[in-house]
């Protein structure tokens, strides 16, 4: 809303009836004059507005300073009366516009201030922690539970010799159990003699090597093999080992001791049993398989419709290995195991597929 100039010079202009001007006629004209004004000033949107209106009143062509014109044609008592009133509606306009003014400043201010305002308090979002992957918890768990059973935890180089990782195990060059590893050998030393090792059993030799018996230990760690990767199977994984060496170790031992972790980690509703195999370090040898926690042991795709799930290997001691590191075999027997960590923990917490485990997606990895 802004005041009307042509209104202003109309109300400038006006006279008495006689034609000639008085104080009373002048007074009268200020106030039709700054009452639309004002309303005007409280209503400026903005201050261009403010500044239009103000103009408009208090300009040098404004209202008031034609209704000053008038004066002249007043006698100097009407004037001296005349100009009090105009001043006065002066005073009124500026002091308006003035306080427009302010509060136009700060509601600016204030929206300003909304728009940069910091929220000290605010906490933002800082890098999410970390937590370890699922195969570090499962091996931690492991270790925790062999741990409680009496076992201690011993560890070994991932790049073995080909003495270590083979022929102390019973299997000396050409022997048809190496084919089933598809080594992964490394160019470094004589052709052959250097490889990453196939399992961790290459730790029980060094233990056996470096301590005397009674042994009782679990060797956890990384192994390699050229395995074409499903469900169940990845060329890369981390295994468990347990070893044990004392007088009078029978096959029952074993079979006791490996009932009593598959009960202890998995809970009483998965069982165990062994299934009759053969592997060149150990005679007698068996297969551990549990229940596949997938289906219940009712058949599916994970454990190939047969109910059961081989997590490792187990057996007696093989004497060649005993004799190979220096243990007399008729003083001492022993049994020994070994499972693959990322299936244990693929079993215990029902994934259908191994796989996942090294894809490092964070909708899966995060779950645990």
């Known amino acids: 809303m802004h005041a009307d100039p042509d209104a202003a010079e109309s109300v400038a202009g006006s006279a008495d009836p006689d034609g000639a001007d008085s104080a009373a006629a002048v007074a009268a004209a200020v106030a039709a004059a700054v009452e639309p004004v004002l309303a005007a000033v409280a209503g400026a949107a903005d201050p261009e ?14 209202a008031l300073s034609a209704l000053n014109h008038r004066l002249g044609g007043l006698s100097p008592e009407d004037r001296r009366g005349a100009g009090a009133v105009l001043n006065e509606a002066r005073d009124r306009l500026q002091a308006a516009v003035a306080a427009r003014r302010a509060e136009l400043d700060a509601v600016a201010r204030a929206a300003r201030l909304e728009a940069d305002r910091l929220d000290l308090t605010e906490t933002l979002p800082g890098p999410v922690r970390g937590s370890l ?17 009496g076992f201690v935890v011993a560890e070994g180089p991932e790049v073995e010799s080909d003495w270590h990782n083979f022929a102390a195990l019973n299997m000396p060059p050409a022997h048809p159990a190496r084919s089933n590893f598809d080594t992964l050998y490394l160019d470094w030393g004589p052709p052959e003699s250097a490889l990453l090792r ?11 090597r470096d301590q005397p018996p009674p042994i009782y230990a679990v060797m956890p760690g990384r192994v390699y093999r050229k395995d074409t990767p499903d469900a169940r199977h990845t060329p890369s994984f981390s295994q468990i080992e347990g070893l044990v060496v004392d007088r009078g170790i029978t096959f029952g031992d074993l079979a006791g001791t490996i009932d009593t972790f598959t009960r202890a980690y998995f809970g009483p509703g998965i069982t165990s049993r062994l299934r009759p195999a053969y592997f060149p370090f150990t005679e007698p040898s068996a297969e551990f398989e549990i229940t596949c926690t997938i289906c219940g042991g009712a058949g599916c795709r994970t454990c190939s419709q047969t109910g059961w799930i081989e997590l490792g290997g187990c057996g007696m001691v093989h004497p060649n290995v005993f004799a190979a590191v ?9 049994f020994a195991f070994g499972f693959g960590i990322d299936r244990l923990a693929q079993m215990r917490h029902a ?9 490092n997606d964070l909708r899966f990895t995060t779950q645990f």
Do not use: N
Request: aromatic residues 4%; without cysteine; negative net charge.
């Open 198 to 208: 196939t399992h961790t059993s290459p730790v029980q030799v060094r233990l056996m």
């Open 351 to 359: 994934i259908a597929d191994m796989r996942v485990l090294a894809d």
């Open 326 to 334: 220096g243990i007399d075999p008729e003083e001492w027997t022993g």
């Open 49 to 62: 507005a403010l500044r239009t209106t103000a103009a408009a009143a208090l300009g040098r062509k404004g």
């Open 133 to 149: 992957h699922l195969v570090t918890q499962t091996r931690d768990a492991l270790e925790d539970t062999f741990v409680g059973m």
